[in-house]
């Protein structure tokens, strides 16, 4: 029997199913796999069960009254800033060239025929594995941006550096003002002020002044002025 193996990954598995006996078989089968197994009889319910649980395999009848299983699937696919969701779709009837292709335009990643073999679940949810483990590596690869440590540039997946308002502007069209925090002007600005206010009282106190001299900036030279008669 194939049940005696079980699944490398502990999963969420959310069975979806309008027939209680046909729910009852699946959330059987999926739970002798290993899986938590979570239960929904019709779209509407569970997406509330989406929404309060980071279930990341959904096995999902196709007719269902109401919300059937490929509208449950288009709206899985279109949650804002969720993980990806691996979607197996329960039919009975015969597939056809139209209905697949149907399905994988509503975001389907696969079919499982009724009735229920259970070798057939096993296979399934084994690629659904490999899938979610896949795409929260990814998920956490971009989750780090590469940054210089000294000029504060980023590297994009281009391997080109640039100044972390651009990349951030390119990918969300947020536009920057810049500004001076106060412990900015406290550590960084204040001391400059300060020494200008110093080497200008320098320059007057050494007669500078009524020349008309400018006082120096910190980090630039003064130029250089030769005199002809």
């Not at 149907?102 to 679940?121: M, N, R, T, Y």
Request: hydrophobic share 40%; net charge negative.
């Amino acid at each position: 029997m194939v049940f005696g193996f079980r699944s490398s990954l502990f999963m969420k598995v959310l069975a979806v199913e309008d027939d209680p006996t046909a729910l009852a078989i699946l959330t059987r089968a999926l739970a002798k796999l290993g899986h938590d197994v979570l239960t929904a009889t019709d779209g509407e319910a569970a997406l509330d069960v989406l929404a309060a649980d980071p279930v990341r395999v959904v096995v999902s009848d196709w007719l269902m009254p109401g919300l059937d299983g490929l509208e449950l699937c288009r709206r899985v696919r279109s949650r804002p800033g969720s993980d990806y969701v691996y979607f197996i779709l329960l039919t009975g009837q015969t597939p056809t060239e139209e209905n697949q292709r149907a399905a994988i335009e509503a975001g389907v990643d696969d079919f499982l025929q009724k009735p229920l073999q259970p070798h057939e679940i096993w296979m399934r949810l084994r690629v659904a594995e490999r899938i979610v483990g896949f795409a929260t590596q990814v998920r956490q690869l971009e989750a780090f941006l590469p940054i210089c440590g000294y000029c504060k540039k980023i590297r994009d997946d281009g391997n080109y550096w640039q100044q972390i308002e651009s990349y951030i502007n390119a990918r969300t069209g947020t536009d920057f003002s810049h500004s001076i925090c106060p412990d900015c002007y406290t550590s960084v600005v204040a001391p400059q002020l300060e020494q200008l206010k110093r080497d200008f009282e320098a320059e007057r106190a050494g007669g500078g002044g009524a020349g008309g001299t400018t006082p120096s900036v910190p980090g630039r030279s003064r130029p250089h002025v030769r005199r002809t008669n």
